[in-house]
């Protein structure tokens, strides 16, 4: 485990890994000065496994992910688990000399995204939160991670019924249950603080900060249903909500020009 000073507040950050990494560096096309960044979820282990929908956005952008694999560091409460990983990714922009981003923030991503937003708006241009967490009321700790389990297993069931993505499903399954044999108490603090994140007040500074943001939601995610994530936002605070079919981590199986598109539309906007 090695141990990090924050480069913007001077925290000490303690993780086993944390860098960017160019998605495709064969590919180095760029209609755009600002890259975009992909945050991912909490049981997609594997940068590798953003490649397949994100290659079409690759024509055209740099696209970047963020590899952090946290340690089992000390904290004392839950909530600052997400403030520390908040703060890492700042601190990974300003050691890269990065000013400005546009990110794809997925489930857990979201609520990375959302805090180190709040706390260097002038980093950030356009958002595009996938499957979010932390967009309703708190829930406890064990209602979201029998969600959670809940809808990985359903998942599963159904790539073996429909024979479809088996190897890739397995593979998050697996990279989930080896994070919690891992690090359990990381991974425990990790689950309170997606289940007790609501970042909707977030969502509103930044939508008045002049980020723009946008959603899309899976028609068949249990662990955070498209019904109730909408219900609990306000859909104003959007350029666009879109809903895609599959489950909550059908996004990273499929190959789609969505994401290309909702930033296209996001691009789109008047200042």
Request: overall charge positive; some cysteine; glycine content about 8%.
């Amino acid at each position: 485990m090695s141990k990090k000073t924050n480069a913007l507040d001077g925290r000490v950050c303690y993780e086993e890994g944390a860098e960017f990494i160019k998605l495709f560096p064969e590919k180095d096309n760029k209609k755009s000065d600002v890259p975009v960044l992909v945050i991912f979820g909490w049981g997609a282990r594997s940068l590798e496994q953003y490649k397949k929908p994100l290659s079409s956005l690759s024509k055209t952008r740099i696209v970047l992910g963020i590899n952090t694999v946290f340690g089992a560091s000390p904290l004392p409460r839950s909530s600052d688990t997400y403030k520390q990983k908040a703060y890492l990714l700042l601190g990974e922009l300003v050691s890269h000399g990065i000013t400005k981003v546009d990110v794809i923030a997925c489930s857990e991503g979201a609520i990375i995204s959302a805090l180190a937003g709040s706390i260097s708006p002038e980093m950030f241009r356009n958002i595009i939160f996938v499957n979010p967490a932390g967009f309703g009321a708190p829930r406890s700790t064990g209602e979201f991670i029998f969600a959670y389990v809940k809808e990985l297993f359903s998942g599963v069931k159904e790539a073996l019924v429909q024979k479809t993505f088996w190897k890739k499903t397995f593979r998050v399954c697996n990279g989930t249950i080896r994070r919690f044999l891992t690090h359990p108490r990381r991974s425990f603090l990790e689950a309170s603080g997606i289940a007790g994140a609501d970042v909707r007040q977030d969502l509103i500074f930044l939508k008045n900060k002049g980020i723009r943001l946008s959603l899309l939601l899976a028609k068949e995610d249990s662990l955070f249903p498209p019904k109730k994530v909408r219900s609990d936002t306000e859909d104003n605070l959007f350029v666009e909500i879109r809903e895609s079919e599959g489950r909550h981590s059908s996004f990273i199986f499929n190959e789609t020009d969505t994401v290309v598109e909702m930033l296209s539309v996001l691009e789109n906007q008047k200042e």
